[in-house]
């Protein structure tokens, strides 16, 4: 048998190329999207992240006391510990009070430790020094050399303005920064979120470190601990965990299906070599260890390649993406041991298993059957029809886990529906795609003529090979579809719930008329595109007291996203945070301006700012002549939401006017999508070179599979010209095929991720087809096709019709 395994590797070394390929390219499937998994999940916490970079671990919350003794242990066991959290304090500048409740907040002593990127001036060298924020400093007109009080009586502190700096963490901004000498005297007011922790070992020994000061103490790696923040924020749902699941279960699908797929068409084309080889004296036990040989050689040595290729190709379709789409947000790519030892395993285990089971099939059966042509897929026979029955029972149970993943909300039983659902079609694929090829077949026989019939007759002869040829262009149009239109949905249904929660990016309130030089100000702030003036009056409200007291502008035309939902005639709308001290929804209050007294039904509302809003009729009749008492501001497309808020708060805070600012939290939803978004980008190009590589792979075995037919085609007088015509439209028929079944599909799958993943957390979430980008995926798809065609038409259209015929 070694004799006939080596002529078999030379004789049939292009086959044994296409299956080498088919395995490479599920490794290399893998091992890509892993580090696409890995720069989404850096892309996503690299915000929380920022302040422990350098860190071993990180202990979350812990005790006052216990931080305490952590940064003054630290130095002693040879390692560095510093605090993320802040005291509220009030800061005095040349005897004025400019914020009474500042946030305080340590600044690490060592350089390499520091988070904070220093804009001007140094960092602290020594106590009574600090840092202030830049957008701070602007507010309370703060520049370097300046002196400021923090805190009052005994436990004041004055320091020395030494330096500006900006956070490049939304989530660990202070307005000043001391060292941790200076902020220790406020231990008793100290808010303490985590302590990160750097010691000359790795991970375990900072564990054990810091339980040696604090026993009780659950310290966690800088991802852990990042990943726990990011799942906090977004209301405990862990974003990260359910896109890397979801990226791993595709490239795991994706990678059997293509392997499988490419082995069912090279051992179908065997079966007569193996057939001969039992009738020539080859027992099956000799068989069925030479194929698993051959199988253990590629797997082993399509692991090897694919890791190696998936490797450079991965972390380079990374820097790709994060050099053309900047706006995506894609951190580092690092692919994890997991996730080699996964493609490696799939590489050997699935390419065992691909390769053993048709074979299996084939030496159970006499050498004289196995001669005869397989037809065993054709639905009239028992084997046909047992296969459509399972594959329909496959389908109605992927169908019902949809349901269920739809009804509980669980992202493993999406995945696991998905998948189910999608291997029932690839069961009946067999009597499911010859049955459209025959229907769009007629309308190719009409325009092609003799070609156009000859494909369509050819594509349905043999609806197993048929089936896997389409089913490689199926896996890419799938999970195109799917993503494209999942990512629309999701956009459009946070889109509108960001419109409907923060319709204004930035509201100024204030809590007496602007002046026309402080609305000029404003206007002539860099990155804003309008500026809506909005009348009311200070009022006031039984239960809340003073109040400003507003009505929406005649023309909000530049300002608002999407619309403010209107108040009633005889309703006062409170923002929710106000309510609930003696005041709910649903109250009458009496709403006084000077002696003009309106009794208003509460409702609670958000996003116009710290004021009550209502009709502009219910206005006129509590102050007749409105003063200008709030500004909103619509920002630029690429306003810095923190740098327009400082910039707003210097003209604001002087003026003891309120801030509120709906840009941070609309350009924090959108980082997390266009974070996803680059990794999808990322996914969606390797899915559609599988596409075609997978589609140029089993086409072309079936154009080997059918030289001398294609000789005979050739003999009774079809030109060079015909037969590529042939092939070209059949495989273009197969692409057709493929895309429609797979755009139903991803729809399909589309439709059930955005109710079971995005409906729970945005209300009404609906279905929207992205039908520009689903015409590219279609055209793709035929462009693809013709190119698969290519090579294998033009190999076949050069073969002589004698040589041909002398073709085994």
Request: glycine share 10%.
């Amino acid at each position: 048998m070694r004799t006939v395994l080596l002529a078999s590797l030379r004789t049939h070394t292009r086959r044994y190329g296409a299956a080498l390929l088919a395995v490479v390219v599920g490794v290399v499937f893998i091992v890509v999207t892993g580090a696409l998994s890995s720069a989404v999940r850096d892309g996503l916490t690299a915000d929380v992240s920022v302040p422990y970079n350098g860190a071993d671990a990180v202990l979350d919350k812990p005790a006052t006391a216990d931080a305490t003794r952590l940064l003054e242990a630290a130095p002693a066991a040879g390692a560095d510990a510093w605090l993320i959290g802040w005291t509220l304090q009030q800061v005095t500048h040349d005897g004025k009070v400019v914020d009474s409740s500042a946030d305080i907040a340590q600044v690490p002593d060592r350089p390499d430790r520091r988070w904070q990127e220093l804009v001007d001036g140094r960092f602290p060298a020594r106590a009574g020094e600090a840092v202030v924020d830049t957008n701070a400093a602007k507010v309370a007109d703060v520049g370097i050399g300046d002196r400021l009080r923090i805190g009052s009586g005994s436990e004041a502190l004055d320091v020395e303005v030494v330096g500006l700096a900006d956070s490049p963490s939304a989530f660990s901004v202070a307005s000043v920064y001391v060292l941790w000498e200076d902020l220790s005297r406020w231990e008793d007011s100290l808010y303490v979120s985590s302590v990160a922790w750097a010691g000359p070992g790795g991970l375990s020994e900072a564990r054990a470190a810091i339980r040696d000061v604090v026993p009780t103490a659950e310290p966690m790696s800088v991802p852990a601990f990042a990943q726990l923040v990011q799942k906090e924020i977004n209301n405990e749902v862990d974003i990260i965990a359910i896109i890397v699941l979801l990226f791993a279960s595709i490239a795991l699908l994706v990678a059997v299906l293509v392997i499988n797929n490419t082995f069912t068409i090279l051992f179908a084309q065997r079966a007569r070599d193996f057939a001969l080889l039992r009738c020539v004296g080859a027992t099956r036990r000799q068989l069925v260890r030479s194929v698993r040989l051959e199988s253990l050689l590629i797997g082993v040595l399509a692991a090897v390649i694919g890791i190696g290729a998936g490797l450079g190709l991965g972390h380079g379709l990374v820097a790709f993406v994060r050099a053309q789409w900047p706006d995506a947000h894609l951190g580092e790519a690092s692919v994890g041991a997991a996730w080699l030892l996964v493609a490696a395993v799939v590489a050997v285990g699935v390419t065992l298993v691909a390769a053993w089971l048709p074979t299996r099939r084939v030496v159970r059966v006499s050498p004289l059957a196995a001669l005869r042509p397989d037809d065993s897929t054709q639905v009239g026979t028992s084997t046909g029809r047992i296969r459509l029955a399972v594959g329909l029972l496959v389908i109605a149970v992927g169908a019902l886990a949809l349901v269920v993943a739809v009804q509980v909300t669980s992202p493993p039983a999406l995945i696991a529906g998905g998948t189910t659902t999608f291997a029932g079609v690839l069961l009946i694929g067999p009597v499911l795609v010859p049955a459209l090829i025959r229907a769009f077949g007629h309308v190719t026989g009409r325009v092609l003529g003799p070609a156009g019939r000859l494909a369509a007759g050819n594509a349905v002869r043999n609806p197993r090979r048929t089936a896997a040829t389409a089913a490689s262009l199926l896996i890419g149009v799938t999970l195109t579809t799917a993503v494209l239109t999942g990512m629309a949905s999701s956009r459009s249904a946070l889109a509108d719930k960001m419109d409907e929660q923060h319709p204004i990016d930035v509201a100024i309130t204030g809590t007496g008329p602007f002046s026309p030089d402080v609305v000029e100000r404003v206007t002539a702030v860099d990155g804003i595109d309008a500026v809506a003036t909005v009348p009311g009056t200070t009022a006031r409200v039984e239960g809340l007291g003073l109040l400003p007291v507003i009505a929406p502008p005649g023309s909000t035309h530049g300002v608002l996203h999407g619309d403010l939902a209107e108040p009633g005639p005889r309703q006062l709308q409170v923002p929710w945070d106000l309510l609930g001290d003696g005041v709910e929804p649903g109250d009458r209050v009496d709403v006084t301006v000077g002696d003009r007294t309106e009794r208003l039904r509460v409702v609670g509302g958000e996003g116009w700012g710290e004021a009550a809003l209502v009709r502009r009729t219910t206005l006129d009749r509590l102050a007749p002549d409105p003063s200008v008492q709030a500004l909103w501001v619509r920002a630029a497309d690429d306003a810095d939401p923190e740098d327009l808020a400082g910039s707003l708060e210097a003209i604001a805070v002087p003026i003891d006017a309120g801030v509120e600012n709906g840009l941070a939290r609309r350009a924090y939803v959108d980082l997390q999508l266009d974070v996803v978004t680059g990794g999808v980008v990322g996914l969606l190009a390797i899915a559609v070179l599988i596409a075609l590589v997978g589609i140029a792979n089993t086409l072309g075995l079936s154009v080997l599979e059918r030289g001398r037919e294609h000789a005979l085609l050739r003999a009774l007088g079809l030109t060079r010209r015909q037969l590529r015509r042939m092939l070209a439209t059949e495989a273009v028929l197969l692409a057709v095929v493929a895309t429609v079944l797979g755009t139903a599909l991803g729809v399909t799958f589309a439709w059930a991720g955005v109710q079971a993943l995005v409906g729970p957390v945005v209300s009404g979430a609906g279905l929207v087809l992205p039908w520009t980008q689903l015409a590219l995926v279609v055209t793709a798809s035929a462009v693809a096709g013709l190119l698969a065609a290519v090579v294998p038409a033009r190999r076949a259209s050069r073969t002589t019709p004698a040589a041909g015929l002398a073709m085994e």
